[in-house]
């Protein structure tokens, strides 16, 4: 190995359980491979993930089938927690967007004041909505 990486030898140990349940569901739900998922979250050994695979996932390993074996309180209370922290996240994201798209909005009714005050035209048309002809008739004959 060479000198200077900043190579750390990891264990089982180092990966917390909410990790390897977040793992598991990204490569069951189809979002990553089993090398994409090594590559993005730093685990090194191979087996690892197969290992966390056939102990936390939805499979049956020895049939091939799907499991629908029911997951331990603690499992299902991880999971909830960590989908909890993705929507959080997910919530400020699209807070920060609203509060951009309000901005731009004050900001377009600004430029909007300051060019009919500028060149002395109606930009904004405040035109009434017109009845349409079916309406209209209605009216007429009661």
Same mark, same amino acid.
């Given at each position: 190995?060479?000198?200077?990486?900043?190579?750390?030898?990891?264990?089982?140990?180092?990966?917390?359980?909410?990790?390897?349940?977040?793992?598991?569901?990204?490569?069951?739900?189809?979002?990553?491979?089993?090398?994409?998922?090594?590559?993005?979250?730093? =685990?090194?050994? #191979?087996?690892? %993930?197969?290992?966390?695979? $056939?102990? @936390?996932?939805?499979?049956?390993?020895? !049939?091939?089938? /799907?499991?629908?074996?029911?997951?331990?309180?603690?499992?299902?209370?991880?999971?909830?927690?960590?989908?909890?922290?993705?929507?959080?996240?997910?919530?400020?994201?699209?807070?920060?967007?609203?509060?951009?798209?309000?901005?731009?909005? =004050?900001?377009? #009714?600004?430029? %909007?004041?300051?060019?009919? $005050?500028? @060149?002395?035209?109606?930009?904004?048309? !405040?035109?009434? /909505?017109?009845?349409?002809?079916?309406?209209?008739?209605?009216?007429?004959?009661?």
């Amino acid at each position: 190995m060479e000198e200077g990486t900043n190579y750390v030898k990891r264990t089982q140990r180092d990966y917390t359980l909410t990790l390897k349940l977040n793992v598991v569901k990204e490569i069951e739900s189809g979002k990553l491979t089993l090398s994409q998922a090594q590559k993005q979250y730093g =685990i090194q050994g #191979d087996s690892t %993930i197969r290992n966390w695979l $056939k102990k @936390y996932g939805n499979f049956d390993w020895e !049939n091939q089938i /799907p499991s629908n074996m029911a997951k331990s309180p603690e499992q299902r209370i991880l999971e909830l927690e960590a989908k909890v922290r993705l929507l959080e996240k997910q919530k400020a994201k699209l807070e920060h967007q609203n509060h951009i798209a309000d901005s731009k909005a =004050i900001i377009f #009714d600004m430029m %909007i004041d300051i060019a009919e $005050k500028e @060149y002395k035209i109606d930009v904004r048309k !405040n035109l009434k /909505p017109a009845q349409s002809i079916v309406s209209g008739k209605k009216n007429k004959k009661a």
